[in-house]
């Protein structure tokens, strides 16, 4: 299996920007994909950005032009720049990967992988104050 550790969650101001780390490790290997999710209070976890092995990326419409996802050549980083959030943005931002099982939700990269994430950190707080 795989372990996921996300660092980098703050408190900011709307308009600035923050970048969002996730270490992976165990049998990094084995992971197809990997994502960062965010879940506010009240609200259902929803999809903020996803990379394939081969770099492709997708992203939420929310975050289409604010948001950057990257990642290292051997899936054991995954990074995610967020430019000028907005307080709409605050959420607990979890990192995931497509990782066996393979239960969970799932995401289709465009021009890419079909995605299921089933491997998850504990998450990083952003809270984003306007």
């Known amino acids: 299996h795989v372990q996921l550790v996300e660092s980098g969650g703050d408190s900011v101001e709307a308009g600035g920007s923050l970048r969002l780390s996730c270490a992976a490790s165990g049998y990094t290997e084995g992971i197809r994909c990997m994502a960062w999710y965010r879940q506010a209070p009240g609200k259902e976890r929803e999809g903020v950005a996803a990379?394939?092995?081969?770099?492709?990326?997708t992203y939420s419409d929310s975050m289409m032009g604010r948001a950057t996802i990257s990642q290292d050549k051997d899936r054991t980083s995954l990074s995610l720049q967020l430019d000028s959030p907005k307080s709409e943005d605050t959420a607990r931002y979890y990192c995931?990967?497509?990782?066996?099982?393979?239960?969970?939700?799932?995401?289709?990269?465009?021009?890419?992988?079909?995605?299921?994430?089933?491997?998850w950190g504990q998450g990083t707080q952003v809270t984003v104050s306007s």
């Open positions: 995931a990967a497509d990782f066996p099982p393979r239960t969970g939700p799932a995401w289709k990269i465009k021009d890419g992988d079909n995605c299921v994430f089933s491997s």
């Open positions: 990379i394939d092995s081969a770099g492709r990326a």
